[in-house]
């Protein structure tokens, strides 16, 4: 058997041209969503994801605000940006990019937004709301992979689902998001006695350890979907002395000749992740007015 890849980017694409088409209906009525994000400190790698954020909303038609503090912004003037920014009525959604540095409580600064602008769904509100199946804000990156698994497979229901992670932003969501589409779920983790045993009881395998290729090849039960959500940076010899490559917490070479589908490492959760974030933001801003979710995106 050789697995289908799942193509994140190509799927990523199309929910953008939905957001695109929702927020033209939205402008039509005089709403503009809006998003602020607010980057504190020059990590490299945040820099880079704030700058694809900031484009791909633009892109959608949706207002982009950002916000740079710099590394050495005191936990009180974080906390003050984000109060501005609950009480301005241009703002629908607010990402605060993680990691902060490490002298602010990033616990904080979360509960500090308000829940109804919390598009990356990490406030224990809209986490309980989630979890007792009442309309949330919901992690960018679960529900994307619900998305792609759902693309490979339209009706999850009855499946039995195995989720490998078990962290606030990826694990214990995306267990959640299965359980409402009626998924048998296990939620698996370091401590789990049998974990390859455990994997191959999955129809869909969620994998979520950050650990490089930890999940091998006769671990996956023939014909399963696998969404991979890992992203390491290991080392690549055959690319030359120093160099390194992207893989995923899957042996993808081992797993697509088992699995029926699977997602590649990069190109697939990876861009599903901030086409979400734009549509919790576009719900976010529906919400805000008492208007209707659009077609697609609800």
Same mark, same amino acid.
């Given at each position: 058997?050789?697995?289908?890849?799942?193509?994140?980017?190509?799927?990523?694409?199309?929910?953008?041209?939905?957001?695109?088409?929702?927020?033209?209906?939205?402008?039509?009525?005089?709403?503009?969503?809006?998003?602020?994000?607010?980057?504190?400190?020059?990590?490299?790698?945040?820099?880079?994801?704030?700058?694809? $954020?900031?484009?791909?909303?633009?892109?959608?038609?949706?207002?982009?605000?950002?916000? $740079?503090?710099?590394?050495?912004?005191?936990?009180?003037?974080?906390?003050?940006?984000?109060?501005?920014?609950?009480?301005?009525?241009?703002?629908?959604?607010?990402?605060?990019?993680?990691?902060?540095?490490?002298?602010?409580?990033?616990?904080?600064?979360?509960?500090?937004?308000?829940?109804?602008?919390?598009?990356?769904?990490?406030?224990?509100?809209?986490?309980?709301?989630?979890?007792?199946?009442?309309?949330?804000?919901?992690?960018?990156?679960?529900?994307?992979?619900?998305?792609?698994?759902?693309?490979?497979?339209?009706?999850?229901?009855?499946?039995?689902?195995?989720?490998?992670?078990?962290?606030?932003?990826?694990?214990?969501?995306?267990?959640?998001?299965?359980?409402?589409?009626?998924?048998?779920?296990?939620?698996?983790?370091?401590?789990?006695?049998?974990?390859?045993?455990?994997?191959?009881?999955?129809?869909?395998?969620?994998?979520?350890?950050?650990?490089?290729?930890?999940?091998?090849?006769?671990?996956?039960?023939?014909?399963?979907?696998?969404?991979?959500?890992?992203?390491?940076?290991?080392?690549?010899?055959?690319?030359?002395?120093? $160099?390194?490559?992207?893989?995923?917490?899957?042996?993808?070479?081992?797993?697509?000749?088992?699995?029926?589908?699977?997602?590649?490492?990069?190109?697939?959760?990876?861009?599903?992740?901030?086409?979400?974030?734009?549509?919790?933001?576009?719900?976010?801003?529906?919400?805000?007015?008492?208007?209707?979710?659009?077609?697609?995106?609800?």
């Amino acid at each position: 058997m050789s697995a289908a890849l799942i193509d994140g980017t190509a799927q990523s694409e199309a929910l953008r041209g939905q957001i695109a088409e929702a927020v033209r209906t939205l402008r039509d009525r005089g709403v503009t969503p809006g998003l602020a994000v607010v980057l504190v400190g020059e990590d490299p790698a945040s820099r880079v994801y704030v700058r694809n $954020k900031s484009a791909r909303t633009v892109e959608a038609g949706m207002r982009s605000l950002d916000h $740079k503090l710099p590394a050495d912004a005191s936990e009180a003037e974080v906390l003050a940006l984000v109060g501005q920014l609950n009480a301005d009525e241009a703002v629908d959604g607010i990402l605060v990019q993680l990691p902060l540095p490490s002298h602010i409580d990033s616990a904080k600064i979360l509960l500090a937004i308000d829940p109804a602008k919390d598009v990356d769904g990490f406030h224990p509100v809209n986490a309980g709301r989630l979890a007792t199946g009442q309309p949330a804000l919901v992690p960018c990156t679960p529900l994307g992979c619900v998305i792609l698994a759902r693309s490979v497979q339209r009706d999850l229901s009855g499946l039995e689902a195995v989720v490998v992670g078990r962290s606030n932003i990826v694990g214990k969501p995306v267990a959640q998001l299965l359980l409402a589409e009626s998924c048998t779920v296990t939620i698996a983790h370091s401590r789990t006695r049998d974990l390859p045993g455990t994997c191959r009881r999955a129809d869909l395998l969620i994998a979520s350890v950050g650990r490089a290729e930890m999940i091998r090849g006769d671990w996956i039960k023939p014909g399963a979907t696998v969404i991979d959500v890992g992203i390491n940076r290991v080392p690549n010899p055959a690319a030359g002395e120093g $160099k390194t490559k992207l893989v995923g917490d899957v042996a993808l070479a081992e797993a697509s000749e088992v699995a029926g589908a699977i997602t590649p490492v990069p190109g697939g959760v990876g861009p599903m992740t901030i086409a979400c974030l734009l549509r919790n933001t576009v719900q976010a801003a529906c919400n805000r007015r008492g208007l209707p979710v659009p077609d697609g995106l609800a």
